[in-house]
């Protein structure tokens, strides 16, 4: 499944490296077949709106914490924009440039923003130098990290700092899922794709609780390199990695057995997750005949149409497959059961 949600008639076969712990495609991907993801079909930014609001305001904090006020800045993988608008409200000095190869249809360009359709190699000659380059969630999507990373240091202004942010890869998750994640990075890839930049880092963390599983590493070029923290041994990760993607693949048949009791399959859940269950799990998906969420307008499309929670609160008989993170089923289960509904999770399959 591609992170938008569609479905690509692709194997999901993943090497792990026992060096520095990077996972990537047993097969190859051609650059001209990583453009024809991110076409005009490529929807992830305008799925949900409103969460794609709150994410950006959870990256702005996070990343004004970790960087001092710039002048100009460099989004790559901006998205709808919303987190470079973000701020530049907190930055009232500073000017932004945002490129992204599936831009949605925004709001015009004024004198502090211009945002622009294009991939790292498309950034105009004359743009720049720029004092803050920012790519988040995006790193993982390249073919080369390293090559990338040495674009992004192409447009930096002398003492300027790149910010990337990434998941963690400490241990598995749902990231692993996504076809267009062509890497997994850990902290000893991420590091060493940016020395074979000629970039060091010198801040590296780890994401505050409310955004997730996520590293943001800031780069310079004149940096002291630092070492990195300890992480699972490459050779345990390989195997925690086997095992994560086998329950995933053992997943579909255990919630058809959940699910055989119910006369009527609800999922309850619209977006991202709900997706890999269609993409993972398709002979339970097939039995899902509604999606209920408590805000309709943030529901992906996937098929079965979006009902109003106190549809589903009438219907006997019905089991509700739980589509949501595995991290916050048990709570969203307690509330389902108080309703009188039959909560499906699999939490307990699922490592998170």
């Not at 305001?57 to 460099?74: D, K, V």
């Amino acid at each position: 499944m591609l992170s938008d949600g569609r479905i690509v008639q692709r194997p999901l076969a993943k090497l792990s490296c026992l060096g520095c712990g990077a996972g990537f495609h047993a097969s190859g991907i051609s650059g001209a077949e990583v453009r024809t993801i991110y076409d005009d079909d490529y929807a992830l930014a305008r799925s949900s709106p409103k969460s794609d609001a709150q994410r950006a305001r959870a990256y702005c904090n996070w990343i004004r914490a970790e960087a001092a006020a710039p002048l100009n800045i460099l989004e790559v993988g901006c998205g709808s924009g919303a987190l470079l608008r973000e701020l530049l409200q907190v930055w009232p000095g500073a000017c932004g440039f945002g490129l992204d190869p599936a831009l949605p249809a925004a709001g015009p360009s004024d004198g502090r923003l211009r945002l622009a359709r294009g991939f790292v190699a498309d950034i105009p000659e004359h743009a720049g130098p720029f004092d803050l380059v920012i790519a988040v969630n995006v790193i993982e999507h390249t073919e080369a990290p390293q090559t990338f990373l040495k674009a992004l240091r192409s447009r930096l202004a002398p003492n300027g700092r790149i910010v990337i942010v990434c998941p963690e890869a400490r241990s598995p998750n749902l990231e692993l899922l996504f076809f267009d994640h062509l890497y997994s990075l850990t902290q000893a890839a991420l590091l060493a794709a940016s020395a074979s930049a000629s970039l060091a880092a010198s801040r590296h963390v780890s994401a505050p609780r409310e955004i997730g599983d996520f590293q943001m590493v800031v780069l310079e070029a004149n940096a002291s390199r630092p070492t990195a923290s300890p992480a699972s041994p490459p050779q345990e990760l390989l195997a925690e990695r086997n095992d994560y993607l086998g329950r995933w693949a053992r997943l579909d048949q255990i919630l058809l057995e959940r699910s055989a009791s119910a006369a009527r399959l609800v999922a309850f859940g619209g977006g991202q997750t709900a997706a890999l269950l269609r993409a993972y799990a398709p002979r339970t998906w097939s039995r899902v005949d509604a999606i209920t969420v408590d805000d309709p307008s943030e529901a992906w499309t996937l098929g079965p149409a979006v009902v109003p929670y106190r549809d589903v609160l009438q219907q006997s008989g019905c089991g509700v497959l739980v589509a949501t993170s595995p991290h916050v089923q048990a709570v969203l289960a307690e509330r389902l059961s108080r309703d009188g509904l039959q909560p499906i999770t699999w939490n307990d399959l699922i490592p998170h």
